[in-house]
């Protein structure tokens, strides 16, 4: 096995040209994987960060039939027992009590339908970016001005041409009655989350401003939490569940309340496989290619070797070894390659602006940050041994059926 | 293989070989009867075109007859499993060939270790004994270099060396002296009628070299398929 491996190796090298050709494209198809891969996890992982990052949180806690159906019916007193339960876990970092509800904004002009948020700011900021994404103006909790204050998004303000300390009036259900709860408000602040879809729907007051217009007490339509490590939603998320499902509530993870967010990933993430398939069919017919010619050359020396003794088993192995070898050394310089360039674009960002309203519509910012998992440069570079082993099968299967004498004769 | 000592090592009886070439059917062997026995030093003889490393390659076990039986120590090598055939071509038969054929990336030590590594004797010995064989073909000194930068006459010896080292019983030497100067083909023919008296290796070759023919100690002539004649000296 030894000689072999020596015989192969020194084989690879007979031609050194040619092998630094195949390397160089082997490689180049490796970096060009991973770096696709790099830019399909960018977007991925944005989609996922901003639906969970800028409202939808890693658990939320809520009535029974909310999620389906968010109503000011559905508001609840905050549970003791809940808070208690969250903040003696090590594994929830932080947590807001929110009224959401939809809601009707009107100017002097016009009126659309959005998403009212009442947070409390100092609990807020542990569990969305929101706050820090204030772009003009200030936060809730800085106004000082009279009126009640409201923070709109930047696409918000585009469409309804308010600015800074312009007035706006907010209508919706109150609860356990049939009346409509109202409110005027001042633009304190303009936030930019980067989601222009998201800022064009989402608008944030005080939470106690809101509960005093939808006549809801001291009640909240739910409770928002943020893990250490988002991937212990689900299991956290069944553990509250447990706790609360006989007062009527549930305990939802983002992946169980953003089924579509997660099937999105995981379909883009197969989309992608044709187009990787792509590289790798260059790679394999470098390979086959390569070997063929090698073979054809060697033909007259693979004779005298199964002539002296070599049996055609060993032959394959000599053949499928030089081809993995190859591989070996061009997995080893392009994962290198590919994971240097994608944490070098990582750390800088894409800037995608001239697509932004495009992406913003998918839930993706305008600078991308490529990334790799581990499992990306794994299967990247394991796909790429396994081809090239695959595709040296018939050029050993060919070079197994000479016939000593046939092959000797040949020069 | 078989052990008994008074049967012939090789037995070729009413060989025929007929190759195809494209429409023409060639008649490389028309019915060559051939008895070898252990230590000889015999040379096959003739024209191109006269089945001379037809037979030797039927002999090698590298190719099979038409009709007719080729026997080594008995055995049928045509009725052989493909690995009892490669393993009697491994263990029992040394070949040299007309272009020296060493594995141009391997040393001249590692293309004489190459065949007993196949036969999985350990590196360690391979080495030793690859070693003790170039001496034995006055070039141990060249042990570390890779055949191109060998002449032709020290190729042919390392292709020797490798031939002999897993202790055959035959050598089959298909024109060994075609691409050497008359000097350096008479010094690899002392050196094999030398492994031939002291060793008893027997050796058969092909060729039309009349240096070879004198060397022989049996010479069968052939033509055009058939054996013409035969002399011993």
Known sequence: MKTLLILSWRNIWRNKRRTFILVCAMMAGLVGVLLSMGLTNSWLVQIKDNAVRLFAGHIKIHAAGYHDRPSVEFALAPTARVTERLGADPRVKAWAERVSVQALLSTASQSRVINLVGIDPEAEVGVSVILDSVQEGVPLDAWDQPGRPILIGRRLADRIERGLGKKLVLMSQQSGNNEVGSGAFRIAGIFDSGNGGFDESHVYIFKEDAQRMLALGDRITETVIMLHDMEQSDLVAAELRAMVEGDAMEALSWRERLPLVEKTIEMSRQMMIPYYAIFYVAMAFGILNTLLMAIGERTHEIGVMLAIGLNRWRLIGMILLESLLIAILSVFVGAASGWGLVAWWGARGIDLSSMAEGLAYMGVSRIIYPSLRSADLIGASAAALAVALVFALYPAWRASRLAPVEAIRSD | ?233
Not at chain 2, 122 to 150: F, K, M, N, Y
Not at chain 2, 185 to 207: V, Y
């Open chain 2, 1 to 233: 293989m078989g052990s008994e000592d008074r049967m012939p090592l090789i037995s070729a009886q009413n060989v025929v070989k007929d190759y195809r070439d494209g429409d023409t059917t060639v008649h490389a062997l028309r019915g060559v009867d051939l008895v070898l026995e252990e230590g000889e030093f015999t040379a096959l003889a003739g024209p191109s075109g006269s089945g001379k490393t037809t037979l030797l390659n039927l002999v090698g076990g590298l190719d099979t007859p038409t009709s007719g039986e080729v026997r080594i120590r008995g055995e049928v090598i045509s009725s052989m499993h493909p690995r009892q055939l490669h393993g009697m071509r491994l263990h029992h038969i040394g070949f040299v060939f007309q272009a020296f054929n060493l594995i141009p990336v391997l040393s001249a030590q590692e293309n004489v270790a190459f065949t007993m590594q196949l036969q999985g004797i350990p590196p360690e010995e391979c080495r030793r004994r690859a070693l003790e064989v170039l001496d034995q073909v006055g070039l141990a000194a060249e042990a570390g270099r890779r055949p191109a930068a060998l002449s032709g006459g020290q190729q042919q010896r390392v292709a020797v060396a490798r031939a002999i080292v897993t202790r055959p019983e035959i050598v089959l030497a298909d024109e060994p002296t075609a691409n050497l100067d008359s000097e350096t083909g008479a010094d690899l023919l002392d050196l094999m009628k030398h492994l031939n008296e002291e060793h008893g290796i027997t050796f058969l070759f092909s060729t039309h070299d009349p240096m070879v023919m004198d060397y022989s100690r049996r010479l069968v002539r052939l033509h055009d398929g058939h054996i013409a004649s035969e002399q011993r000296t």
